[in-house]
């Protein structure tokens, strides 16, 4: 099978397997695991933050970052198409008292600022919760794996510190974003609070986050990951793959991308009248059928016979994300297959 549900299905590299054999370890728990703070001091360095904390999960990473930023019964400000807001399983309301307010995405996979300004409304009016956090996702997922650039970012940040408001970033995919805008990763942190890094999706570990922050952030986050139920004890076997995808992966994801663009263009070369393919950022390809099209869950269900996984998103876009597992000759195969279906 061709699988470009999603860059999280790949399989540590033979150099993440070996590294697990040599790994220091302690108990991550008593902060002893020479490995797990080797990776977050790694991280830290490379997104330009002062500290980090590993996390089992991208998921557990944001929900950490907003647990920590924002008190019961405050606002976290995110976007109507962001991670945490779709796919979280509402963890910021059900295990933190967090009311999630959503505002517009754009197409860069920022905020509408206008929405944004009204959802930072005065923390003396007694109608409102008050807003505890701004987030944001880089790169920017149901945004086509748009790569928000650190203008974007910054705009964003200014206005939610002018109103005493700390911004966490969602940077699953950041290094996927720095290698599309050719800067490095620390600088589309561009002043936010935290940030949160997956290891697990482009860059091919099987397993964890580092959320990164100031040191006195991330010690209060500390505590957030143990109520979690995140504590991990030996947990440098993973940070050791971790610490592999963080130093080999990045100089291939440029791969990737090239892989998703001529994924596209194929696409709407051949599919155009029935399939609209915007020109992917980074990773993701969206595919919206038009009218006439197939269904989205028709276009997936039809692709799979001839050996190729895509997902669904929503109800009217169908997505490829090309990763590590993912060759030139598997690129041909996913056209052939939905040039065929479409
Ligand atoms: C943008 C984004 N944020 C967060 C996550 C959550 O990561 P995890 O699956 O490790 O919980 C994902 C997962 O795909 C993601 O795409």
Excluded: W
């Amino acid at each position: 099978m061709i699988d470009l549900r999603s860059d999280t299905v790949t399989m540590p590299t033979a150099a993440m397997r070996a590294a697990v054999l040599d790994a220091e370890l302690g108990d991550d728990v008593y902060g002893e695991d020479p490995t797990v703070a080797a990776l977050e001091a790694r991280a830290a360095a490379l997104v330009g933050l002062e500290a980090g904390l590993f996390v089992a999960s991208g998921t557990m990473g944001n929900l950490c970052a907003l647990l920590t930023h924002a008190a019961r019964g405050q606002r976290v400000v995110c976007g109507r198409d962001s991670h945490v807001y779709c796919y979280e399983a509402g963890g910021a309301s059900a295990l933190g008292g967090l009311v999630l307010d959503p505002v517009p995405n754009l197409a860069d996979g920022g905020l509408a600022l206008d929405a944004l300004d009204a959802a930072l409304p005065s923390p003396d009016d007694p109608h409102v919760a008050p807003t505890g956090v701004v987030t944001i996702e880089n790169s920017h997922s149901r945004c086509g794996g748009a790569a928000v650039t650190a203008a974007v970012t910054r705009a964003i940040v200014a206005r939610a510190h002018a109103a005493g408001v700390p911004v966490h970033v969602d940077g699953a995919r950041l290094i996927n974003a720095a290698v599309a805008l050719g800067v490095p990763p620390a600088a589309l942190g561009a002043g936010a609070d935290s940030v949160q890094l997956c290891l697990s999706k482009g860059l091919g570990a099987p397993a964890g986050s580092v959320l990164l922050g100031a040191a006195g952030f991330v010690a209060r986050a500390r505590r957030g990951r143990k109520m979690l139920g995140g504590g991990m004890r030996q947990a440098g076997v993973l940070a050791a793959m971790g610490l592999v995808a963080l130093e080999t992966m990045p100089a291939r994801l440029h791969l990737d991308h090239a892989r998703a663009r001529r994924l596209a263009d194929a696409v709407r070369a051949r599919c155009g009248a029935r399939l609209d393919v915007a020109p992917p950022a980074t990773n993701v390809v969206l595919l919206r059928p038009r009218p006439g099209g197939p269904s989205a869950d028709a276009l997936v269900a039809a692709v799979r016979a001839h050996g190729v996984l895509l997902s669904t998103l929503g109800a009217d876009r169908a997505r490829a994300v090309t990763h590590l597992g993912i060759d030139d000759a598997g690129i041909d195969r996913a056209i052939a297959a939905i040039a065929a279906c479409a």
